[in-house]
């Protein structure tokens, strides 16, 4: 899963994400004009995002984002990507795979021989080598985690799902064929070299004091001696060295940041990104058929009025209203509306670390029982899908097709979600609680959406003996995985529908456990979960996790997000993704008539 603020490497990367807007629009970019032009076709398309892109390299914890993720549709090459269904298929641009062994499981991948950077350097063994290293969890530090003991990685993946269970990839430099053997079989191993994971390895080495001459034979010789005194720089600049400054005010040097995709990055200012096409693209399904790809950044609330002004051709606000919707059907036909539900869910986490306010299961079940969580969807959700509702389940959602099946093998996951406050004044006073509960509920402060939720919950839950804090925080993501910095934290989940994409965020030690939760048995559920090839055995472990989930209180989970796009009527293949894929999913392929 991703943050869909954010989309991490959890689900796409492999798969995790976050709920959030910040920012303001733009401006314009122009471009010569293209062939295109001939048919009438405007050489420029103009995308709302809610949230400016972090950084180049999304795999880090700090930069694992769904519009991150949204310009690596564009920017980043890989061997599968994901479909407007949320299924993979095979991207014969990039490469080609196939499965040559189920025990032990192994792939056999081939680069396509024309692939390069944008930079005109080869895309080969050395790019995927620092991706197996960076995302394998497999080059101690040296340091320990303070909280856990337990020692860090070099590299700060937003995830390691899938990497970990395999062996270093063996090769040479220069090599255009590799492949990946797993120690254990892996049940998304289709995922794990999509868009957005195979990153630059030229650059690191370079930026790292290391030579990148000789098809990169000093990163590669560094990787496989396990020599941490001349990975540690190359891990720094991947952790780090690709970060844009908050907002986006401008990009790092455009030399640091080449492409393997369609389209590579050109400039940005002040929250706008510019893409144009990348003239050393050797593809042709994916190839480019706009000259320039612009990405503004647009806080919800103006998203509609930036398309009727036509400052943007396309929205896909994270947190859509009913105002959203009103305010879209009053513009007329020179706009197309879409609605649904999406795999994005909205969700409370709770701190429960030792001496933390959530630490005691029954003050996390009395917080759950007082959340108006049923109030929340009348309120937010159904003026925009009538189809949508309290969603009770963590790894499935509402029409899904295992959805009901899963929960009716869950009993401690079922309920209406009418908030029962009550029953929660009952559960604190078993915890032993006689004055109220203080919790410090953080949200994004550029959600009005958010804003209001909270407010929702302060209402009910102050009635059942807690004392809701609300907590707003423009940089409220950066401060997810600081023990202490907040008691609860809404934000939002962008799936990807993969079976293991959630692992990292319940087992324990995760990298996106934000709350410190742990569970040998739900340790156990994901291991075994994780390492299933058979898809019909998926449901009845994921009903046991469910159950286990519930049972324990991971956190509180409201509904699936209601999901609204809408672009100019002149505006040509945009199709609605309800993964943390995106609406970029296919926009390689778009047209506008001038």
């Given at each position: 899963?991703?943050?869909?603020?954010?989309?991490?490497?959890?689900?796409?990367?492999?798969?995790?994400?976050?709920?959030?807007?910040?920012?303001?629009?733009?401006?314009?970019?122009?471009?010569?004009?293209?062939?295109?032009?001939?048919?009438?076709?405007?050489?420029?398309?103009?995308?709302?995002?809610?949230?400016?892109?972090?950084?180049?390299?999304?795999?880090?914890?700090?930069?694992?984002?769904?519009?991150?993720?949204?310009?690596?549709?564009?920017?980043?090459?890989?061997?599968?990507?994901?479909?407007?269904?949320?299924?993979?298929?095979?991207?014969?641009?990039?490469?080609?795979?196939?499965?040559?062994?189920?025990?032990?499981?192994?792939?056999?991948?081939?680069?396509?021989?024309?692939?390069?950077?944008?930079?005109?350097?080869?895309?080969?063994?050395?790019?995927?080598?620092?991706?197996?290293?960076?995302?394998?969890?497999?080059?101690?530090?040296?340091?320990?985690?303070?909280?856990?003991?337990?020692?860090?990685?070099?590299?700060?993946?937003?995830?390691?799902?899938?990497?970990?269970?395999?062996?270093?990839?063996?090769?040479?430099?220069?090599?255009?064929?590799?492949?990946?053997?797993?120690?254990?079989?892996?049940?998304?191993?289709?995922?794990?070299?999509?868009?957005?994971?195979?990153?630059?390895?030229?650059?690191?080495?370079?930026?790292?004091?290391?030579?990148?001459?000789?098809?990169?034979?000093?990163?590669?010789?560094?990787?496989?001696?396990?020599?941490?005194?001349?990975?540690?720089?190359?891990?720094?600049?991947?952790?780090?060295?690709?970060?844009?400054?908050?907002?986006?005010?401008?990009?790092?040097?455009?030399?640091?940041?080449?492409?393997?995709?369609?389209?590579?990055?050109?400039?940005?200012?002040?929250?706008?990104?510019?893409?144009?096409?990348?003239?050393?693209?050797?593809?042709?399904?994916?190839?480019?058929k706009t000259d320039t790809i612009v990405f503004k950044t647009v806080v919800d609330e103006e998203a509609v009025q930036a398309l009727q002004n036509g400052d943007v051709d396309?929205?896909?606000?994270?947190?859509?209203?009913?105002?959203?919707?009103?305010?879209?059907?009053?513009?007329?036909?020179?706009?197309?509306?879409?609605?649904?539900?999406?795999?994005?869910?909205?969700?409370?986490?709770?701190?429960?670390?030792?001496?933390?306010?959530?630490?005691?299961?029954?003050?996390?079940?009395?917080?759950?029982?007082?959340?108006?969580?049923?109030?929340?969807?009348?309120?937010?959700?159904?003026?925009?899908?009538?189809?949508?509702?309290?969603?009770?389940?963590?790894?499935?959602?509402?029409?899904?097709?295992?959805?009901?099946?899963?929960?009716?093998?869950?009993?401690?996951?079922?309920?209406?979600?009418?908030?029962?406050?009550?029953?929660?004044?009952?559960?604190?006073?078993?915890?032993?609680?006689?004055?109220?509960?203080?919790?410090?509920?953080?949200?994004?402060?550029?959600?009005?959406?958010?804003?209001?939720?909270?407010?929702?919950?302060?209402?009910?839950?102050?009635?059942?003996?807690?004392?809701?804090?609300?907590?707003?925080?423009?940089?409220?993501?950066?401060?997810?995985?600081?023990?202490?910095?907040?008691?609860?934290?809404?934000?939002?989940?962008?799936?990807?529908?993969?079976?293991?994409?959630?692992?990292?965020?319940?087992?324990?030690?995760?990298?996106?456990?934000?709350?410190?939760?742990?569970?040998?048995?739900?340790?156990?559920?994901?291991?075994?979960?994780?390492?299933?090839?058979?898809?019909?055995?998926?449901?009845?472990?994921?009903?046991?996790?469910?159950?286990?989930?519930?049972?324990?209180?991971?956190?509180?989970?409201?509904?699936?997000?209601?999901?609204?796009?809408?672009?100019?009527?002149?505006?040509?293949?945009?199709?609605?993704?309800?993964?943390?894929?995106?609406?970029?999913?296919?926009?390689?392929?778009?047209?506008?008539?001038?």
């Open positions: 899963m991703r943050n869909k603020r954010t989309t991490t490497l959890a689900a796409l990367s492999i798969g995790t994400l976050m709920l959030s807007a910040c920012g303001s629009a733009g401006g314009t970019a122009e471009t010569p004009a293209s062939e295109g032009a001939a048919e009438n076709l405007a050489t420029t398309i103009n995308i709302a995002i809610s949230q400016a892109p972090t950084g180049y390299n999304g795999n880090t914890a700090a930069t694992n984002s769904v519009y991150n993720g949204y310009v690596d549709n564009l920017t980043s090459g890989g061997f599968a990507a994901f479909t407007a269904a949320g299924e993979l298929e095979p991207n014969t641009d990039f490469g080609t795979y196939e499965k040559t062994s189920d025990d032990p499981l192994t792939i056999k991948y081939t680069i396509d021989e024309d692939a390069v950077w944008s930079d005109g350097v080869p895309i080969d063994y050395d790019d995927v080598l620092l991706s197996w290293a960076a995302l394998s969890g497999t080059h101690p530090s040296g340091e320990k985690d303070p909280e856990t003991g337990a020692e860090s990685d070099l590299f700060l993946a937003a995830s390691t799902n899938g990497f970990a269970q395999t062996k270093m990839i063996e090769g040479e430099p220069g090599d255009k064929e590799f492949e990946l053997v797993f120690n254990e079989p892996y049940a998304d191993w289709e995922a794990l070299l999509t868009p957005g994971t195979i990153m630059p390895a030229h650059i690191a080495a370079e930026q790292a004091g290391l030579s990148p001459e000789g098809d990169g034979a000093e990163l590669v010789e560094a990787v496989q001696a396990t020599d941490i005194a001349a990975l540690k720089p190359v891990a720094e600049f991947w952790n780090s060295g690709w970060d844009y400054e908050v907002d986006l005010p401008t990009l790092p040097d455009t030399a640091l940041l080449p492409s393997s995709g369609p389209y590579k990055l050109d400039n940005a200012t002040n929250g706008t990104l510019t893409l144009v096409k990348n003239d050393k693209y050797w593809g042709e399904e994916r190839a480019g396309v929205i896909d606000p994270s947190s859509p209203t009913v105002d959203t919707k009103a305010a879209l059907e009053q513009i007329g036909e020179t706009v197309t509306v879409d609605t649904g539900t999406s795999l994005t869910f909205s969700h409370i986490d709770l701190d429960q670390r030792p001496g933390a306010v959530f630490e005691d299961v029954k003050v996390r079940q009395a917080f759950n029982a007082c959340a108006p969580r049923a109030d929340m969807v009348d309120k937010f959700v159904t003026p925009i899908d009538p189809e949508g509702s309290v969603m009770n389940l963590r790894e499935y959602q509402p029409g899904q097709p295992d959805y009901d099946t899963v929960l009716d093998g869950a009993p401690a996951a079922q309920g209406d979600g009418a908030a029962d406050i009550e029953g929660a004044k009952a559960l604190l006073a078993e915890a032993g609680k006689t004055e109220p509960v203080k919790v410090s509920l953080m949200y994004a402060s550029t959600s009005q959406l958010r804003a209001d939720m909270v407010a929702l919950v302060k209402d009910s839950c102050d009635k059942a003996g807690f004392e809701i804090i609300p907590q707003p925080e423009a940089e409220w993501s950066a401060k997810l995985s600081q023990p202490g910095a907040w008691d609860a934290v809404l934000f939002g989940w962008a799936g990807s529908g993969l079976v293991a994409s959630g692992q990292s965020i319940y087992v324990s030690g995760g990298e996106q456990n934000f709350g410190g939760y742990a569970d040998e048995e739900v340790d156990r559920l994901w291991t075994e979960i994780a390492t299933t090839t058979e898809a019909d055995k998926v449901p009845a472990l994921k009903t046991e996790l469910e159950q286990r989930l519930a049972e324990t209180q991971y956190n509180v989970v409201l509904y699936a997000n209601a999901d609204i796009i809408a672009h100019s009527s002149k505006l040509q293949g945009v199709e609605m993704n309800p993964t943390q894929t995106g609406i970029t999913w296919n926009a390689y392929s778009w047209t506008k008539q001038a």
